[in-house]
């Protein structure tokens, strides 16, 4: 693919860097905890110098002008039994995945057998019809309004540690009776919409997700220890724990049995996910029309430009446009970014969840094009405004909540009773959860569970059910069951 003179200029400033840092290597040595068999950059390894060579750390690489200038691993892949993070430790990327999902709805697009505005029901007839047409365009912008399976699975009392397979997300997906907004209308992230789109790949191309990815995309490109994982109890050589901070006590860790097919649970390394990052500048897989066609923006109905493409954030740091993604599931946390005017592309896996990988990806970005960064962003204050509380209702007001209320769309049933003056929302899976007025018949709880909980009455002022809403679902209803 083309590359301006401006892309060849920067890659010789630094070119003629790395060169300097090399001839400097004797009397500055890299941080003890760095891995790498390959090119390396001491800029890039004070980026990670904080990172614990006894604790779970990170996996970076770094791509310039088609080059390898960086590949390193600092920090231990398996506390257990003290293994180190290398380029080679495969890590679940997370939310990085759904550009695969993207370029493989593309490439069967290229093929003629998939239309992305067709209604997805003529390809998934497993599909509620929700009275709107949602098509494959919209699973990939997020404008589809389908409810985001995260918020729906905790209400139905999962806990993320749960298994929580490919198939039972569309069980759950295939129960719903709404969606939040009419198609194209909003944006709302979803991944229960990748998760359908991996569904109509599949359907189209006569393969699992897991196979047609391999055969078109991971392949071709030699990534040969790349894989979605389709099954939670699967041995996977290499690949690292993840783990949170717990205090003085060290790390635990946070299991993953999640197997969310497009959206997610992609295992791959750095090395291979350079090949990956090589694939935006040579379009190997997908040719140069499907590789300009990823960072192509979603548009609304109204014609307002969206900032996500294909499984892509389109953005800029300091002057510079960028586009990419980030991760975050159990203690795997993820960072991807491509600067195409400089032909940067830069790659972080963490397996612990406090390692802020986008934060790191910026500044090993600015190691290589930070002279030609705008000014760094000023930290902005947030001036706090605190609403006075609304009026805590009186018990005789609370008790018209009191009841057992069903959701048929996640077969649930909450408890709301009053307990010492206050409302609670109970289930054995989840546990109680206070409700604390936000309104009139509306409270607020456990953010997980009950962003905004708004009870609702009949003509005749009885309460009969209510709505739990939050940033990826919108009233989803439990109706009152009983006396």
Known sequence: MYRSPRVFFVALAVSCLLALAGCGSATQASPATAVTDGPSHPGVDAVFADLDRDGPGAAV????????????????????HGVPITPGTVFDIASISKQFGAMA???LEADGRLDLDEDVRAYVPDLPDFGVQVTPRHLIHHTSGIRDW???MSLAGLERSDVISFDRILRMLFEQQAVNFDPGAEYAYSNTGYNLLARVIEAQSGMSFREFTRQRIFEPLG?????????????????????????????????????????SSLNTTIDDFILWMR??????????????????????????????AHGLTIGEYRGLPNFGHGGSWAGYRTNFVRFPEQDLSIAVFCNVSNCD????????????????????????GSAEITDAPPPMPTEAQLREYAGRYRSPELDMTYEIVVDRGSLLARHWRTGPSALAPAGEDAFSGNPRLFPELRFRRDGSGRVVAFTVTGGRVRDLIFERVGG
Not at 66 to 80: C, K, M, Q, S, T
Not at 281 to 298: A, I, Y
Not at 362 to 369: G, M, N, S, T, W
């Open 357 to 380: 990988p986008a934060g790191r990806a910026r500044r090993v970005a600015e190691v290589f094009a930070g002279e030609l960064m705008g000014p760094a962003p000023e930290p902005v």
């Open 279 to 308: 694939n935006y500048e040579t379009g190997e897989v997908g040719g140069e029309e499907v590789v300009k066609t990823m960072v192509e923006q979603g548009v609304l109905n109204g014609g307002e430009t969206l900032a996500y």
């Open 150 to 152: 995260v918020h729906v």
């Open 61 to 80: 690489g770094v791509l310039l002008a088609g080059e390898i200038v960086h590949r390193a691993g600092y920090g231990v892949a398996h506390l257990d």
């Open 223 to 263: 990534m040969s220890r790349t894989h979605f994982s389709d099954d939670h109890l699967e041995v996977v050589a290499g690949r690292a724990e993840s783990y949170s901070p717990d205090g003085d006590a060290g790390f635990v860790r946070q299991p993953n049995q999640l197997t969310a097919l497009a959206s």
């Open 105 to 107: 709805a593309l490439l």
